[in-house]
């Protein structure tokens, strides 16, 4: 059942020119919902700057904005898809955690708060036989530690990823860079009912939304932050894989690279030697790199904490 709390929140996402983590990081704060219907942000940013005007211009829409969000809502509960917003205690720590956040996630199977330890397998959709076999092995040896596999289900080291899961009987989280009313691409159709029957299915998007190429770089975004870490098994300079290590960087996350990513490509050895990635030889290099839950608990805490204090 979605709630009323939800649906004014994903209204506000239908109001152009307004940045969605802006709504976001407003909405996580102590009446943060209410002070964005009366037209106002908490954070002095160029961002808020900027999405004031067109805010309050959208508020005189907002009738007709929610009439379609709910119709979206409607569908995406059609598929038996479930919504998760920054509003709602279901809505994943590890992501809260990220400044860039999305302010709604549609997810069709289950989050799971053992999910907290969770890793992302990627890499390059040209994958060779030996990529395919090492993000395999990866993702096979994560299970085996009780680590939840994130990937994108892109085709190559991404389906190798969630396979090799799935064989393996271990819990495993699509990242799509699609709506979730959308299986992309065709030929990962089962894979992804496979995924949404013993996992989950994760979209940030509007459940009809077609793949775009600015859609798959905000996924990656979205796929660092919900995981403890990026395991990058084959990846080029100019790869979503390497971009989502960028990000998780960003965000503070770990980032591990092969060593065989890394004795083959400059940008994985300028990622090592200047950006604080971790070269990995075995699954215990990546293990040993992952926060125990308490710590996340921990931080999520002073992130509540300081949400009040911003707001006060």
């Known amino acids: 059942m979605i709630s009323d709390e939800q649906i004014r929140l994903l209204t506000l996402c239908r109001i152009d020119g307004v940045g969605w983590h802006l709504i976001a990081r407003e909405a996580q704060r102590p009446g943060g919902l209410d002070r964005l219907y009366a037209g106002e942000f908490t954070e002095a940013t160029r961002d808020a700057a900027r999405s004031l005007p067109n805010l309050r211009a959208g508020l005189d829409k907002v009738d007709s904005l929610m009439a379609q969000t709910r119709e979206a809502a409607d569908q995406a509960a059609a598929v038996g898809a479930t919504l998760h917003t ?3 205690d279901s809505y994943p720590m590890n992501l809260r955690l990220v400044f860039n956040l999305p302010p709604f996630l ?8 053992e999910d907290i330890r969770s890793v992302a397998v990627v890499g390059t959709r040209e994958a060779s036989r030996d990529g395919m076999f090492r993000a395999s092995r990866m993702a096979r040896l994560l299970v085996e530690n009780d680590v939840t596999v994130v990937s994108g289900m892109a085709l190559g080291i991404d389906t190798a990823a969630h396979t090799a899961t799935l064989e393996a009987s271990g819990r495993t989280i699509a990242v799509v860079g699609t709506g979730i009313l959308r299986s992309y691409p065709r030929q990962n159709s089962q894979l992804c009912e496979t995924i949404a029957e013993h996992g989950a299915v994760v979209s940030q ?5 077609p793949p775009t190429k600015f859609g798959f770089p905000r996924r990656n975004v979205t796929m660092s932050g919900i995981t403890q870490g990026t395991v990058v098994i084959e990846a080029s300079s100019t790869s979503g894989a390497k971009m989502q290590a960028r990000f998780a960087l960003e965000h503070g996350k770990r980032v591990f690279l092969l060593r065989s990513l890394v004795d083959s490509h400059e940008w994985a050895r300028g990622y090592v030697e200047n950006r604080g990635a971790r070269v990995v030889d075995t699954v215990d ?3 040993e790199g992952l926060l125990p839950i308490d710590r996340i608990q921990a931080a999520d805490e002073r992130r509540e904490q300081l949400a009040i204090e911003f707001s006060s």
């Open 285 to 287: 290099d990546v293990l």
């Open 205 to 209: 998007f509007w459940p009809d939304s």
């Open 106 to 113: 549609f997810v069709r199977g289950s989050l799971l708060a």
């Open 86 to 88: 920054v509003v709602d």
